[in-house]
């Protein structure tokens, strides 16, 4: 589906379909979108452990099917990052 053929009551019937356990990671993902004029709560750094646990990060990658060994996941994304210029 293109972009002209996507209509707003469309995109507002899928997010309705979405399982309320997930509407963490629906909203996050709508925010990604709007670029840089996201929320203040999304902007806000994490910079202390108590920030880490009180923020949503914890078990973001909870419901992901994809991901069969977390551990390797977060070898290989560190991977990559290390190789980015």
Same mark, same amino acid.
């Given at each position: 589906?293109?972009?002209?053929? !996507?209509?707003?009551? @469309?995109? !507002?019937?899928?997010?309705? *379909?979405?399982?309320?356990? %997930?509407? $963490?990671?629906?909203?996050?993902? !709508?925010?990604?979108? @709007? $670029?840089? #004029?996201? #929320?203040?709560? #999304?902007?806000?750094?994490?910079?202390?452990?108590?920030?880490? %646990?009180?923020?949503?990060?914890?078990?973001?990658?909870?419901?992901?099917?994809?991901?069969?060994?977390? *551990?390797?996941? +977060?070898?290989?994304?560190?991977?990559? +990052?290390? @190789?980015?210029?």
């Amino acid at each position: 589906m293109s972009l002209p053929d !996507i209509t707003p009551d @469309q995109l !507002i019937n899928a997010i309705q *379909h979405i399982p309320p356990e %997930r509407w $963490g990671e629906a909203m996050r993902a !709508i925010e990604s979108l @709007q $670029g840089p #004029t996201a #929320t203040v709560e #999304t902007r806000s750094s994490v910079r202390t452990g108590v920030d880490l %646990r009180d923020s949503k990060l914890i078990g973001i990658w909870a419901d992901r099917t994809d991901i069969s060994d977390n *551990h390797e996941f +977060a070898r290989e994304l560190r991977r990559q +990052a290390e @190789q980015r210029k």
